[in-house]
């Protein structure tokens, strides 16, 4: 994969199929930089930063929540495939690292856990509910942890909530997970339904995300798809 050829030609992703049937879904340059750079904001990408991706970098995720971000401004970008007591091994040698909930409890799992340091670590975590538990693990452990809410159309760096171990711990509400208390994009919710629009998005008018969502006490909460 010819990273910095995707900034000027685009690319097509196909959508994991988690929220539904998988489709490709064509990433514009346009789109793409705009992303980028909400996503270099967010969660503080330089060029001095070394990003450690272990997510998927045929799905949104691995791809763009911080390795084109990256690229695009020559940041070093180490890319392997996915294991828990590699990444406990290896994170020491990075300052940014993009993990799926599951990634993270398995990490958390591991026996080097006990050890970790993450301090000065940011991590980024999405592609579907974020538990409060998962939150605190890392955060007790140093780590600024980044919430986020995106998908192959939108983002993926869109809505989300930066914890650090200054925060009060996490907490989450009957029913709901947190996606995040900050939207870089224009949102509505309409019959419940999250409604969103913008430059980070890959359509030009209001695209509806299939996702439950209520705005509360100044966040978004996640509830499910719509069916």
Aim: glycine residues 8%.
């Amino acid at each position: 994969m010819e990273l910095k050829s995707i900034l000027k030609n685009g690319i097509e992703i196909k959508t994991s199929g988690t929220t539904g049937i998988p489709k490709v879904i064509f990433q514009t340059p346009s789109k793409l930089k705009a992303a980028n750079r909400v996503a270099r904001d967010v969660q503080k990408i330089a060029s001095t930063s070394k990003i450690y991706t272990v997510c998927n970098m045929n799905h949104a995720g691995g791809l763009l929540a911080q390795t084109l971000p990256a690229v695009e401004i020559d940041a070093e970008v180490v890319i392997e495939k996915f294991n828990p007591f590699r990444w406990v091994k290896q994170i020491h040698n990075f300052t940014h690292s993009h993990l799926t909930p599951g990634m993270a409890l398995a990490i958390s799992k591991t026996k080097g856990w006990k050890t970790l340091d993450l301090t000065d670590k940011i991590i980024a975590v999405g592609s579907d509910k974020v538990p409060a538990e998962c939150i605190n693990k890392f955060v007790s452990k140093g780590a600024t942890f980044i919430t986020n809410w995106g998908m192959s159309e939108v983002g993926p760096i869109a809505i989300n909530k930066t914890f650090t171990k200054n925060d009060m711990p996490a907490q989450d509400i009957p029913l709901y997970t947190l996606l995040g208390d900050t939207s870089y994009i224009d949102t509505k919710i309409v019959r419940n339904e999250l409604f969103v629009k913008g430059d980070i998005c890959v359509y030009d008018d209001w695209f509806a995300t299939g996702d439950i969502v209520k705005y509360e006490e100044g966040a978004y909460w996640y509830y499910g798809r719509k069916q």
